[in-house]
């Protein structure tokens, strides 16, 4: 069944080999992920490590804020399974390695002006503002010409926007303690102590306007129209070919 739902609802963009080559990654900026090295950037586990089965199913049933890849959770949660088991055996690092455990998270202290406060000092303590500048808009001193693993351009994040994983605390925290794999985002377990990882986490979701910015408009909307053109939303992708190079943003 996870390939049929594949092949459905994600070779389009990932390529039916997993390789990151469908064709309606041209319409997009953020390019659809390979998945043969087996590099994921969600994941609840430490730096380095596998995600867990419920990372990926995270990842589907969520999306990615302001990319393509756009929540999927109005399919069956069984197909929804399925298709994780089945993006596993793209990559050889599931048959021999096990995902480490997740990074345990602490419960929220409450939210208060002071904690939102020492955010920003530790913001600048720990330096985030080197790539996502002084004021969160992705424009710090180190944001040129930076490169992710899979060879494409990547920008710090403009901390002003919906984030990817989603614009929570929860979730600012889990992307900082984990770091994203295959980007320049590094993990911060270990190098700040819980309370000024929650005041960091509390003062980045203050940044958050979300709004979607034009670009991130784009991709989500070239990712809404690429599922409902295709497959298992109502077929008859082929025939549409030229309108979508007509969109192509790159
Ligand atoms: C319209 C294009 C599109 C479709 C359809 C699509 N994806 Fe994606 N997917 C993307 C893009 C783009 C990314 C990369 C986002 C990024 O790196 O920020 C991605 C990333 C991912 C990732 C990697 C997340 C990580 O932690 O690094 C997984 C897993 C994934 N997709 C699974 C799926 C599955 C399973 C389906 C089908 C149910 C699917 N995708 C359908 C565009 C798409
Ligand atoms: C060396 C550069 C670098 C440093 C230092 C850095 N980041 Fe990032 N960060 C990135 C890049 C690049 C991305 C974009 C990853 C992507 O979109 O795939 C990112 C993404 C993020 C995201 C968005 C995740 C999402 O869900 O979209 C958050 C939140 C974040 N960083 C917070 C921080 C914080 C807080 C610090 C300091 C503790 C920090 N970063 C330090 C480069 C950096």
């Not at 202290?109 to 985030?128: D, F, H, M, N, W």
């Not at 819980?194 to 979701?205: I, K, N, T």
Request: proline share 8%; net charge positive; hydrophobic share 30%.
């Amino acid at each position: 069944m996870g390939r049929l739902v594949f092949e459905r609802n994600c070779a389009i963009c990932h390529g039916a080999l997993g390789d990151g080559r469908g064709m309606a990654g041209m319409m997009v900026r953020t390019k659809p992920r390979d998945f043969h090295p087996g590099i994921f950037k969600f994941r609840s586990t430490p730096t380095g490590s596998l995600p867990t089965d419920d990372d990926l199913f995270q990842t589907v049933s969520r999306g990615l804020r302001g990319t393509g890849m756009i929540a999927q959770d109005d399919l069956p949660e069984s197909e929804r399974r399925a298709v994780v088991l089945y993006v596993k055996t793209f990559s050889e690092r599931f048959r021999s390695e096990k995902p480490q455990s997740p990074i345990v998270i602490p419960e929220a202290p409450p939210r208060t002006p002071e904690l939102v406060s020492k955010g920003r000092e530790t913001y600048q303590k720990a330096e985030c503002f080197k790539c996502h500048g002084v004021g969160g808009r992705g424009d710090g001193p180190s944001a040129e010409s930076m490169k992710d693993t899979w060879g494409y351009p990547i920008q710090p994040t403009d901390l002003s926007r919906p984030l990817k994983r989603g614009s929570t605390p929860e979730a600012i925290y889990r992307t900082i303690v984990t770091g994203l794999d295959g980007t320049p985002m590094p993990s911060y377990e270990g190098a700040l102590r819980d309370e000024e990882l929650w005041a960091l986490a509390f003062y980045v979701a203050s940044l958050n306007t979300g709004i979607l910015s034009e670009r991130q408009r784009r991709e989500e909307a070239a990712g809404q129209m690429v599922l409902r053109m295709h497959g298992g939303r109502g077929g008859g992708m082929m025939p549409r070919m030229p309108m979508m190079r007509d969109m192509c943003m790159m």
